[in-house]
């Protein structure tokens, strides 16, 4: 077995080459060879060539309390020597599992009462939509099945996941999708034909909301088991939801007699500046979904938060009728465990109302940008933002896809030190909580010059 630690940036770049599959696999991507990542502290990361890059997006929205927290590699090395894993199965338990099961419930939305542990977000969205499923199911409504999402929206890419996941680019390779699984718009005012009429972002998330009622409607609320949102829309473009929307799409679920799941496996655990993110429009929801943040990635862990009348009717089944899911690492004692250290670091540290005090910092910079001709939306909520990129302001025009605008951009901003990401040309930010003001104005800076150098505006 090869030594990593002797190998050169080019034999590890070789043998990435021969032997790793990387997600959303693209060989031109790493053509000329990955970026090798080494180590990291704080903010910062350092790449196997000696080079130091500010994580602009948390790597993927998940290192919210930073890299390099030796508390929580020792929450994990504790557990591990004593029981690393134990089958929550046939009766069994473990002590990690049970006290971050009530940490979390402690401070979710107040009506949450329990949750079922899975190993990452699309697991846990998985879970949600058989929990709703059967659900109905137990209620004598057998026909409610359907499951509504929103285009745009990211939910995993697990098979049911894939489904509800609102981007076609994830479906093409993979139909046809599960059955049942439906899309309306989202409320993406800067995409809205009411933005050219001078309409509000209001506005536009009544007439979003108003699409939900129309579906169920449409297809009959016998049918309709569940809707599952983003509080912001993450990898789709990184789409708040105006304010009103979600008040109201929790009026039209309890009309209808359908689940609210909030998906918040990226804005869960502090990242709008909030413990949960619906929190900021007073909403709750029936099932929540989590991950990233909740470990801040240090390791796979993920669940689902259930609501009073979900978790009521589980616990009211007869003794020898079971909710026939289930996972090998379902509460993995060491993964609960690093997850009860990342919140205490966050409790301690005040890094729930930090992320909404640099978010605000961080959009207040990128407004700074409004000046460049291609700078169409600036947008973001708690400590996520996005610039879109256009060809005509006007208009709204987008460059041609053949110009790669958004990733071009995206390997400007690396070159710069920074990393970020793209969907198409909208250029993503979420950086971690423990992110100093100087690198966030620094973040700023990088994207503006990146901006600028492939736009040449």
């Given at each position: 077995m090869t030594d990593v630690s002797e190998l050169t940036v080019e034999e590890a770049q070789r043998l990435d080459h021969q032997f790793l599959i990387h997600p959303l696999h693209n060989a031109a991507q790493t053509a000329d060879g990955p970026l090798v990542l080494i180590s990291g502290r704080g903010s910062l990361v350092r790449s196997a060539d000696g080079r130091e890059f500010i994580d602009g997006l948390s790597e993927l929205w998940n290192v919210n309390i930073g890299h390099g927290r030796g508390e929580l590699a020792e929450a994990a090395a504790d557990q591990m020597t004593r029981l690393a894993f134990v089958s929550n199965y046939n009766g069994q338990a473990n002590l990690p599992a049970i006290?971050?099961?009530?940490?979390?419930?402690?401070?979710a939305y107040p009506s949450m009462r329990s949750v079922f542990f899975a190993s990452g977000g699309a697991e846990a969205n998985e879970s949600a939509f058989k929990l709703a499923r059967a659900y109905w199911k137990l209620k004598d409504k057998p026909s409610k099945t359907k499951i509504f999402s929103r285009r745009?929206?990211?939910?995993?890419?697990?098979?049911?996941?894939?489904?509800?996941?609102?981007?076609?680019?994830?479906?093409?390779?993979?139909?046809?999708?599960?059955?049942?699984?439906?899309?309306?718009?989202?409320?993406?005012?800067?995409?809205?034909?009411?933005?050219?009429?001078?309409?509000?972002?209001?506005?536009?998330?009544?007439?979003?909301?108003?699409?939900?009622?129309?579906?169920?409607?449409?297809?009959?609320?016998?049918?309709?088991?569940?809707?599952?949102?983003?509080?912001?829309?993450?990898?789709?473009?990184?789409?708040?939801?105006?304010?009103?929307?979600?008040?109201?799409?929790?009026?039209?679920?309890?009309?209808?007699?359908?689940?609210?799941?909030?998906?918040?496996?990226?804005?869960?655990?502090?990242?709008?500046?909030?413990?949960?993110?619906?929190?900021?429009?007073?909403?709750?929801?029936?099932?929540?979904?989590?991950?990233?943040?909740?470990?801040?990635?240090?390791?796979?862990?993920?669940?689902?938060?259930?609501?009073?009348?979900?978790?009521?009717?589980?616990?009211?089944?007869?003794?020898?009728?079971?909710w026939m899911h289930a996972y090998t690492y379902s509460g993995h004692a060491t993964a609960c465990a690093v997850g009860l250290a990342n919140i205490r670091v966050i409790e301690r540290e005040g890094l729930v109302a930090r992320a909404g005090e640099l978010g605000a910092r961080l959009r207040k910079g990128l407004q700074t940008l409004d000046s460049l001709p291609c700078a169409g939306d600036i947008r973001g909520l708690g400590l996520m933002a996005a610039v879109e990129v256009v060809a005509d302001r006007k208009t709204r025009e987008s460059y041609p896809e053949s110009e790669a605008v958004g990733t071009r951009i995206v390997a400007a901003a690396r070159d710069r030190g920074v990393l970020i990401r793209n969907r198409q040309d909208v250029v993503e930010m979420a950086p971690p909580f423990s992110t100093t003001e100087e690198q966030i104005d620094r973040i700023v800076e990088v994207v503006g010059e990146a901006i600028q150098s492939v736009t040449g505006g």
């Open positions: 006290e971050l099961a009530e940490k979390i419930v402690s401070i745009l929206a990211y939910h995993g890419v697990t098979y049911a996941a894939m489904s509800a996941t609102g981007m076609a680019n994830y479906h093409t390779q993979f139909g046809p999708l599960a059955p049942d699984f439906l899309q309306i718009e989202a409320p993406y005012w800067y995409r809205w034909d009411g933005w050219a009429e001078g309409k509000t972002p209001e506005e536009c998330g009544a007439w979003a909301a108003d699409q939900l009622e129309q579906a169920i409607l449409r297809e009959g609320p016998d049918t309709v088991a569940a809707f599952i949102a983003e509080p912001v829309q993450g990898a789709g473009g990184v789409i708040p939801a105006p304010d009103g929307y979600f008040r109201r799409i929790r009026e039209i679920c309890d009309r209808h007699d359908v689940l609210f799941i909030a998906d918040e496996v990226i804005t869960g655990y502090g990242r709008l500046g909030t413990w949960f993110g619906l929190e900021r429009w007073g909403v709750e929801p029936d099932i929540v979904s989590f991950a990233k943040g909740v470990t801040s990635g240090y390791i796979p862990l993920g669940g689902i938060i259930l609501g009073e009348k979900v978790d009521q009717l589980l616990r009211d089944l007869p003794k020898q009728t079971a």
